[in-house]
């Protein structure tokens, strides 16, 4: 069975630093892993997936992250963090074999102090 | 932009009252997730459909839930009877047919059971 771990509650970063959010997973096969966003009251909005190659996935805003098989891990990351980014965040997988079943993490809260 | 559409976007209600939740996907997306948000559990995934047949419904309580694809446009969501332990936001999310496709979601619908 898939399952996310997000082993962080929230995360607290000053603006201009940079930030990781971290993410775990465990899959029967091989991932498609996807980041999410969540502001207030909207629903969830997608960042950025790995699919296959290149380990360093880019996506919206700035955001980027890391798939490292050996550590099962997809941790998000941004060089320089800002205000704006202040939200809920969240890691998904599905199995990449051919099925649909997407499961999150449980989120993890971003602060970005000014 | 094309979005997925949720009605209605609040629902207060009484216990025992039935409760039908609608969810129009992205024109052309063919798979559709229902979710339920609350603070204790996260993201849960309650039921899936690809071309309107059910794949999975393992995460939705059988005896009061139920979920259905009238047609293409249209995905609902039924509560009978509801319980205050079914207060949550409930979101819908369509996805193109291919697995490594991102989810779009709706705004949600907040749900109280009084």
């Known amino acids: 069975a898939q399952s996310v771990a997000q082993p962080e509650d929230q995360v607290n970063v000053a603006e201009g630093n940079p930030l990781t959010v971290k993410c775990t997973y465990s899959?029967?096969?091989?991932?498609?892993l996807f980041w999410y966003v969540q502001y207030p009251n909207r629903g969830l909005q997608f960042l950025l997936k790995?699919?296959?190659?290149?380990?360093l996935v880019k996506g919206s805003y700035g955001f980027e992250a890391e798939f490292n098989k050996s550590q099962t891990s997809f941790h998000l990351k941004k060089p320089s963090a800002l205000v704006s980014d202040s939200a809920l965040y969240f890691c998904?997988?599905?199995?990449?074999?051919?099925?649909?079943?997407?499961?999150f993490g449980a989120g993890t809260r971003l602060f970005v102090k000014a | 932009d094309a979005r997925v559409t949720q009605t209605p976007r609040h629902k207060v209600t009484e216990m025992g009252q039935e409760v039908t939740m609608r969810c129009q996907p992205i024109?052309?997306?063919?798979?559709v997730f229902w979710y339920r948000q609350t603070m204790m559990q996260g993201l849960e995934l309650l039921a899936y459909?690809?071309?309107?047949?059910?794949?999975?419904d393992s995460g939705m309580p059988k005896d009061r839930f139920s979920a259905e694809m009238p047609d293409a446009t249209l995905a609902t969501l039924k509560i009978q009877p509801s319980e205050p332990r079914d207060s949550a936001v409930y979101f819908c999310?369509?996805?193109?047919?291919?697995?490594?496709?991102?989810?779009?979601f709706g705004s949600g619908t907040q749900l109280s059971v009084l």
């Open positions: 998904a997988v599905r199995e990449n074999t051919g099925g649909f079943k997407t499961i």
């Open positions: 999310a369509s996805a193109l047919g291919t697995s490594n496709e991102k989810l779009f």
């Open positions: 459909f690809r071309n309107r047949a059910p794949l999975d």
């Open positions: 024109l052309g997306h063919n798979t």
């Open positions: 899959v029967s096969g091989n991932p498609y």
């Open positions: 790995y699919i296959t190659g290149d380990n």
